[in-house]
């Protein structure tokens, strides 16, 4: 089975729909039943695999719970976590509460969700671990401080998890987005700080969400068997450029 966290829409969504195309029986994972049962009935109308794992990120009890009782009944050999919320706040703005909130649910629970999995993974000598970090991990700007360190944070517990669990035939990667046009900034997109962003890709265009498919695909396939600690950036080439016009 293939767990993908924040799986109800956006990225999360179309990774796990590509799992479930390329024959995976995937876990949509959202903070309720009906936010997926939609996307669940629509991946069994397409004679697909899905089901459903209920839990916050934030709710490390829940998390436990949940996940525990998905591993009683089978195994998870595929975990992508995608969860990620963004604070857009100035540092004047920004408490060290808020900042600590974030990084829990944005680091910290995606360090717990992988302790819960690893142990099958190691016993069975096989698992594929993909964390979704963000072009913002290495290119900082203002007003996301908590995010950026969050997922800094995470992309260096990608490399730290690939040298302790290569030897037990795991593999541990992320996928650093761009600019993708999901739902939660479609708002953003359309606005004149939108227009700005869109020059700034060298493509001119933001990344439609069925665009991240492939990476998460190549990921979590035997294609990628000896990738390992590596950051798969899918960005129409923002990180490699200078400021465009």
């Known amino acids: 089975m293939a767990l993908v966290t924040g799986s109800a829409r956006g990225l999360g969504w179309e990774m796990a729909r590509a799992l479930a195309e390329a024959g995976a029986h995937?876990?949509?994972?959202?903070?309720?039943?009906?936010?997926?049962?939609?996307?669940?009935?629509?991946?069994?109308?397409?004679?697909?695999?899905?089901?459903?794992?209920?839990?916050?990120?934030a709710d490390r009890a829940g998390m436990e719970r949940e996940v525990g009782a998905l591993l009683a009944a089978g195994r998870i050999d595929v975990l992508i976590n995608n969860v990620g919320e963004r604070d857009r706040r100035a540092l004047n703005a920004l408490s060290t509460t808020d900042f600590e909130r974030l990084i829990d649910v944005d680091l910290n629970a995606a360090f717990a969700l992988a302790k819960l999995v690893l142990p099958g993974m190691?016993?069975?000598?096989?698992?594929r671990i993909i964390m979704v970090t963000s072009i913002a991990a290495e290119l900082a700007v203002p007003g996301s401080a908590s995010y950026i360190a969050a997922k800094g944070g995470l992309g260096a517990l990608v490399r730290a998890l690939a040298a302790e669990t290569a030897v037990h035939g795991i593999t541990c990667n992320a996928i650093a987005p761009g600019f993708f046009h999901t739902e939660a900034n479609d708002r953003m997109f359309s606005s004149p700080a939108g227009e700005r962003w869109q020059a700034r890709v060298p493509?001119?265009?933001?990344?439609?969400?069925?665009?991240i498919a492939g990476a998460a695909l190549f990921l979590a396939s035997d294609a990628a068997s000896y990738v390992n600690g590596h950051t798969l950036t899918v960005d129409g080439g923002v990180s490699a450029t200078f400021l465009m016009p």
């Open 203 to 211: 493509m001119r265009r933001f990344a439609q969400p069925r665009e």
């Open 26 to 57: 995937v876990l949509l994972n959202g903070r309720s039943a009906e936010r997926l049962e939609p996307r669940i009935k629509e991946l069994h109308a397409a004679g697909l695999k899905a089901g459903m794992a209920v839990f916050d990120m």
């Open 122 to 127: 190691i016993e069975r000598r096989y698992g």
